[in-house]
């Protein structure tokens, strides 16, 4: 099945026209805790493995979208994006799965409330806060299953940031996709914090889709891959209802460096990490040898995300100066 076939299935016997002026919706960023890192089909953004990542509470974006004449304007963070960048035209394909007719343009106006000096990837937060956006503007009250499963087809792990808290996304087997969404979990941790570290906020040179695409291809190392993920998943799912800080944090890094432990052995090459980063590492293992809880995720690119618990902040913003501390579970702050 194509995107615009699912879509068409999912929206049947909904509005395909505006029904307000204007849609509005604010979706959380996510970072994965076992993550997502390669696809069984490049279409549908269908994962090999299902994964677990926990929301970043109020950091997130916030997206308007209005109909509009003269073709589609898209707006980050105030400024207009051009028309022929790679995100601008990412949208607009998108969108066509949506225009009630071929014509119909879209203004929206997106606004990103992680810092973005910060080097965070925000296409999950914004692809699902527009899909949240699309459902209020056409008023198709959509389940969260179903928005998550248009979110995906958005971004990947957009299907995650349509929820907050410890979120699942179930990979599924079918080749529509249709049972491949993403669900909340029951549990919360107060204490639980996550310390952005910002080496460098530059675009990176190899997308996750082109690495995802290079590793699952050329990787010995992928096989071993799969067979990982569902044990982190399993050990994963205990620390949380557990609120094992421990296991958490081992699992995470674990599985954080086996997902780069595939992109080193592909061909060519691929390696996110900076010098810098293999400084921040260190000093992370470092700590924890000196018997201090931290741990690190990394996702595709060089900034470590550092997991502690509330205690710690004080210690580890001395320890690594401008460390950006997120606290998931926490009224806004
Ligand atoms: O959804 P994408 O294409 O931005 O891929 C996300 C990949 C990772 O961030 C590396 C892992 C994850 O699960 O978020």
Redesign the pocket.
Same mark, same amino acid.
């Given at each position: 099945m194509t995107k615009l076939e699912i879509v068409e299935e999912l929206l049947r016997g909904r509005s395909r026209r505006p029904q307000k002026e204007e849609g509005k919706a604010f979706a959380p960023a *996510?970072?994965?805790l076992?993550?997502?890192?390669g696809k069984r089909d490049e279409e549908l *953004?269908l994962?090999v493995t299902s /994964?677990l /990542?926990v929301s970043l509470g109020r950091r997130g974006s916030e997206v308007c979208i209005r109909p509009c004449e003269n073709g589609d304007r898209f707006y980050l963070n105030g400024e207009l994006l051009p028309a022929d960048s790679l995100f601008a035209r990412r949208l607009r394909s998108y969108l066509d799965l949506f225009r009630p007719e071929a014509e119909t343009g879209f203004e929206v106006v997106a606004i990103n409330t992680i810092p973005t000096a910060a080097g965070f990837?925000s %296409?999950?937060s914004g692809f699902a806060a527009l899909v949240l956006a699309l459902n209020d503007l056409f008023q198709w009250q959509l389940d969260l299953r179903t928005l998550s499963i248009l979110a995906r087809l958005g /971004? &990947? %792990?957009?299907c #995650?940031s349509v929820y907050e808290g410890f979120v699942l996304?179930h990979a599924g087997n079918r080749p529509d996709g249709l049972d491949s969404f993403a669900e909340r979990l029951e549990e919360t941790w107060p204490s639980l914090r996550l310390g952005l570290c910002v080496i460098c906020d530059e675009v990176k040179a190899v %997308? %996750? #889709?082109e &690495?995802?695409r290079r590793t699952t291809r050329t990787s010995p190392l992928y096989a071993a891959w799969s067979s990982t993920v569902e044990k982190h998943l399993a050990d994963l799912r205990v620390a949380i209802a557990q609120r094992d800080f421990q296991l958490l944090g081992k699992t995470a890094e674990s599985n954080a460096l086996a997902?780069h432990a595939t992109m080193l052995a592909a061909w060519p090459p691929l390696m996110y990490w900076l010098p810098e980063t293999v400084e921040t590492l260190h000093r992370v293992w470092r700590l924890r040898d000196q018997g201090v809880p931290v741990y690190f995720t990394?996702?595709? &690119?060089p900034n470590p995300k550092l997991l502690f618990e509330q205690p710690l902040t004080d210690r580890l913003e001395r320890e690594f100066p401008g460390l950006v501390v997120i606290a998931p579970f926490e009224p806004a702050s």
């Open positions: *996510n970072i994965a076992v993550k997502y890192w *953004n994962p /994964s /990542s990837a %296409s999950a /971004s &990947g %792990s957009a #995650r996304w %997308s %996750s #889709r &690495g995802m997902m990394m996702d595709a &690119g």
